[in-house]
């Protein structure tokens, strides 16, 4: 199955991740729906083809050793707004 790819960056002390950009990964598969290689016309209503995606997969491409802004601007993930 197709499936798309997330690329951005991983905040290391908090696990966040935030996404900058994402592509299609195509499985090349003529049976599915999402493959440029698939095997019938626009509009395919055919219970042998593959409807869904898989979930996406996120690909750090940038990983900061530190906390994301969101989790700084609460306080650097202390008190009662913590960040997990």
Same mark, same amino acid.
């Given at each position: ?8 960056? *991983?905040? *290391? ?53 530190? *906390? ?17």
């Amino acid at each position: 199955m197709c499936y798309n790819v997330i690329d951005g960056k *991983l905040h *290391l002390l908090c696990q966040h991740f935030i996404p900058m950009s994402t592509r299609q990964q195509d499985c090349l598969r003529p049976n599915c729906l999402f493959s440029r290689n698939h095997a019938h016309p626009v509009g395919c209503r055919s219970s042998s083809c593959t409807r869904m995606m898989q979930p996406p997969q996120r690909n750090p491409i940038r990983i900061h050793e530190s *906390l994301c802004a969101d989790c700084i601007m609460r306080g650097e993930g202390r008190g009662v707004l913590k960040c997990s």
